[in-house]
């Protein structure tokens, strides 16, 4: 009885020990967001709607804004409809938006781009690969990426609709689409 007992505190040292390893391991490990000014990670992703890749390195010589997003994300649903429209008036001036679904299944993620009436490019990201090297904590998230490939602007958590992000997604447009 009594070895039995050690058995069990041990493999339940054991285990603690295991747990407090990984959470040291996951916190020095932990990737944040780009730095504003530092070159923008690199990625190529496959796209939501059919065959084909889209290479972050292909938009170089265009401002990109890059929206992070997961179609059960309530803030996302509402952030939606708001993207498209900034789309529609942006792309005018050759300002290119690409949505990253993460963390979602291929049908999930149709879904949400046909029910909210989505036409700029969505790849996919179902590991979060793409969104750990930018840091994402949380969606919705928006970067901006300017001509020459670096992150400017802000960084916004949250929808671009809302509050004082209204204004940062405009002015970050404003930055990432000056000359080079």
Same mark, same amino acid.
């Given at each position: ?5 050690l058995t069990g505190q041990v493999v339940a040292l054991a285990a603690v020990a295991g747990m407090l390893s990984?959470? *040291?391991?996951?916190?020095?490990? !932990? ?9 923008? #990670?690199?990625?190529?992703?496959? =796209? /939501?709607? %059919? #065959? &084909?890749? /889209?290479?972050?390195?292909? /938009?170089?010589? @265009?401002?990109?804004? $890059? ?13 939606? #409809?708001?993207? !498209? ?6 792309? @005018? !001036? ?11 299944? *291929?049908?999930?993620?149709? @879904?949400?781009?046909?029910?909210? &009436? ?8 179902? %590991? ?11 969606? #919705? ?6 001509? =020459? %490939?670096? *992150?400017?602007?802000?960084? $916004?958590? %949250?929808?671009?609709? !809302? &509050? =004082? ?7 970050? *447009? ?7």
């Amino acid at each position: 009885m009594r070895t039995l007992k050690l058995t069990g505190q041990v493999v339940a040292l054991a285990a603690v020990a295991g747990m407090l390893s990984l959470l *040291i391991w996951r916190l020095t490990h !932990q990737t944040h967001a780009p730095k504003v000014g530092g070159a923008a #990670p690199a990625f190529s992703a496959l =796209s /939501l709607r %059919g #065959p &084909g890749k /889209l290479a972050l390195s292909s /938009l170089r010589g @265009k401002a990109v804004v $890059i929206n992070f997003f997961q179609s059960y994300c309530v803030p996302c649903k509402a952030e939606a #409809p708001a993207l !498209q429209r900034a789309y529609t008036e942006y792309r @005018k !001036q050759g300002v290119v938006f690409v949505g990253i679904d993460y963390w979602d299944s *291929i049908a999930e993620g149709r @879904k949400f781009v046909d029910r909210h &009436g989505v036409t700029y490019p969505v790849v996919r990201d179902p %590991g979060g690969t793409v969104a750990d090297r930018y840091g994402v904590t949380g969606t #919705p998230e928006t970067f901006f990426i300017d001509r =020459s %490939g670096r *992150i400017v602007g802000s960084h $916004i958590l %949250g929808p671009i609709n !809302q &509050g =004082s992000n209204r204004a940062l997604f405009r002015e970050s *447009i404003a930055v990432a689409s000056r000359p080079s």
